[in-house]
């Protein structure tokens, strides 16, 4: 069994910044390619970014490029995400998932329970 667990959302003005972290445990020796979603209240959830097992590959939305950045530390097996010029709009239970990469771009593996994230105006 795989636990993802995330942390650090919070109340910030628009143009604030946020960090967030996950952590994905469960099996030995395994590092997780590991990506953000968000769900709005009265909407899907969305794919924001992920990231590789490595590094070396990332993957954002649209919406969010140029104010995120994902990044990881694999000796903690914790993946962040830092969240520039917030706006109201990225108000949002943000979850965190882990899995095959194919898996975690299509919205499935392993979920997180969630954090919320609100940007005041």
């Known amino acids: 069994q795989v636990h993802v667990a995330e942390s650090g959302g919070g109340l910030v003005q628009a143009g604030g910044s946020l960090r967030l972290s996950c952590a994905a445990s469960g099996r030995p020796s395994t590092i997780y390619n590991m990506g953000w979603f968000r769900q709005a209240p009265g909407k899907e959830r969305e794919f924001v970014a992920a990231i590789n097992w490595s590094g070396s590959n990332t993957n954002y939305a649209d919406s969010v490029k140029g104010r995120f950045t994902i990044s990881r530390d694999n000796a903690k097996n914790t993946v962040y995400l830092q969240m520039n010029s917030l706006k109201p709009e990225d108000t949002a239970v943000y979850y965190c998932?882990?899995?095959?990469?194919?898996?975690?771009?299509?919205?499935?593996?392993?979920w997180g329970q969630g954090t919320q994230v609100t940007v005041s105006s």
């Open positions: 998932a882990a899995g095959a990469w194919q898996s975690v771009l299509a919205g499935s593996g392993y």
